[in-house]
């Protein structure tokens, strides 16, 4: 299998990952919709997976990593990355593929610049 086959495939994997707080709003965006997703590459231990989060001290971060894991356990062993969490750059809406910030942006206009929304635990933990 080509390199670029293995990279869809895990590409593929991650982009079956909901970012919860986005669920929880109503947008059904995955961390590769977002650009959490940094890099994909050959490292000298086998294939690498960089990942970000929207911010560092993300409450939902312990989530995202274990539907991280779950989607990459999905591939077969000789393809399974190891991950790493990076930081810079910082994440941005500018991220976003175009379609995902075209949603998200909608989603901020209809809250408006001082409207708040209290989403439940529950929401947020499905």
């Given at each position: ?29 995955s961390l590769v919709d977002l650009g ?91």
């Open positions: 299998m080509s390199r670029g086959d293995i990279e869809d495939r895990v590409r593929g994997a991650l982009d079956t990952v909901r970012d919860p707080c986005m669920t929880a709003s109503g947008l059904d965006l959490l997703l940094r890099e994909i590459r050959r490292g000298p231990e086998g294939l690498e997976v960089d990942v970000t989060f929207t911010e560092p001290g993300c409450p939902f971060s312990h989530r995202l990593m274990d539907d991280i894991h779950r989607a990459l356990e999905t591939l077969p062993d000789s393809e399974r990355p190891r991950l790493n969490i990076v930081w810079t750059p910082p994440w941005t809406p500018a991220d976003m593929r175009p379609e995902a910030r075209r949603q998200f942006d909608a989603a901020r206009r209809r809250l408006g610049p001082h409207a708040t929304q209290t989403i439940s635990i529950e929401e947020i933990s499905r």
